[in-house]
Structures are given as C-alpha cells and as structure tokens.
C-alpha cells in the first residue's frame, strides 16, 4: 500500500481482556516499530524488528505485552490481561533498511481505551 | 538516559508571524534528529530529518536547526498560516538501530 496501515482504528474493551493490534508496513520496508502514546505524555518506544534478527524488546513495559512479526509483512502487538493504564494511541512505524537512520513513516494508529 | 525536552509547551500565534518551536536534549551522541507534526486523530508526518553531521535543514517555509554540542534544535516556520495549527514533535536516535526518543511535544494553534 501507499503508506504504514493499522487496525483497528479503535479498540475498547474491558480490563483483564486481551487484545491485537494490527500493523501493515510499506511494502519493501524492512525494520518495524511499535510506539505508545498515553494522554498528555510523548511517545514511548515499545519494541523494533529488523528483517530476521531478533526484536529490540527493550520498550516493552511488562510480560502482559508481546508482539510478533512474520519476515518483513504484518506485525501484531498482543497485550494479555489488560488494565486501565494501557489505554493509549498505539503507533506503528515501519522505516526501509537501507537508510538504517532515516525517517520513519508512521500509520494513523490504533486509540486502545481499557474500561 | 537521553531526554528530550519541548519548550514551549503550546503556542498561539495570529496568522503570518514566525513561529519557532525549541527541542533539547541530554545527550549530544544522537544519529539524528527528527521533527514530526501530528493532527488530531491520525498519525506522525515526518517535516525534517537532520544527520549528527548537518548543522540545518530547509523544506518550503520550514527550516531546522541543530546544534548537537549544546543538545538544541529549533524549528521554525515562517509566515505562519491557520492549517500549520498542529502538535510539533521532535525525536533524537541514539544508534544505528534508529528507534526514537520523542519530547512531550509542541501545540501550535494559528488564528486567523
């Protein structure tokens, strides 16, 4: 596609339920970030895939958030048992590998509200 | 740690002024610095990319500025019109891995 897609665009469910959000990069683009953006504060850094290395978990705030990437396509960030502190934007960002520090292009995101 | 700090917090000005938005950050040894806008429900255009090596970048009425020994960058944009009214965010990369460390983020608001 023209551009980073995510799905969906809004998600509200109730604490202690899990959830996947969806990321579809550019085509051809070979590293994939995930961000997290709560209300009123910057966005956070949660984990990095490049082509077939191991991710960059390093963002992750807790063992409730995992997220999987198959070869160089879509990317699913799952958050098990969620709580209210998880109601964020989440932003996904996907960047090609021959320019390893040029931008990023980020999709729309996907509002998560935890009840 | 790095941190990167925005100042001001938000920003009014009337239409056709000169806007400059300030980014700092703590540590000098960044790859590069970005600046973003981000509207209201969708997601970060990316407006300038610096490399550690640059000292400014120019797109149309936009320039940024980077002074990596002092952490500072400025953005500004000239002649300020009511669609620039969005959040500025700026973000440094720290290695080669080229994840971003955002600030909190400028909000702009251009009266007409």
């Known amino acids: 596609g023209a551009g980073v897609s995510q799905s969906p665009s809004n998600k509200v469910t109730e604490k202690g339920k899990d959830v996947e959000l969806r990321c579809d990069p550019i085509?051809?683009?070979?590293?994939l970030y995930w961000y997290r953006q709560r209300l009123g504060q910057g966005l956070e850094f949660l984990i990095y895939f490049q082509g077939n290395s191991a991710p960059d978990k390093s963002g992750l705030p807790s063992d409730r958030f995992s997220a999987e990437r198959t070869g160089e396509s879509v990317s699913t960030l799952t958050i098990q048992r969620t709580q209210q502190e998880d109601s964020a934007v989440y932003l996904c960002?996907?960047?090609?590998?021959?320019?390893?520090?040029?931008?990023?292009?980020f999709g729309p995101g996907t509002r998560l509200t935890v009840l | 740690k790095q941190e990167v700090t925005q100042i001001p917090a938000a920003l009014s000005v009337p239409e056709g002024e000169n806007l400059v938005l300030n980014c700092s950050f703590t540590d000098s040894a960044i790859y590069n610095l970005q600046w973003f806008r981000q509207d209201p429900g969708k997601g970060l255009t990316s407006l300038l990319l610096?490399?550690?090596?640059?000292r400014e970048q120019t797109s149309g009425r936009l320039n940024a500025s980077l002074d990596k020994s002092s952490g500072r960058s400025t953005l500004y944009i000239a002649a300020s019109q009511p669609g620039d009214s969005a959040t500025y965010l700026c973000?440094?990369?720290?290695?080669?891995?080229?994840?971003?460390?955002f600030g909190a983020g400028t909000q702009v608001v251009v009266t007409p």
């Open positions: 085509s051809g683009h070979t590293a």
């Open positions: 960002a996907s960047s090609s590998v021959e320019v390893k520090r040029g931008k990023q292009f």
């Open positions: 610096i490399q550690s090596s640059q």
């Open positions: 973000a440094v990369t720290g290695d080669s891995w080229g994840k971003l460390q």
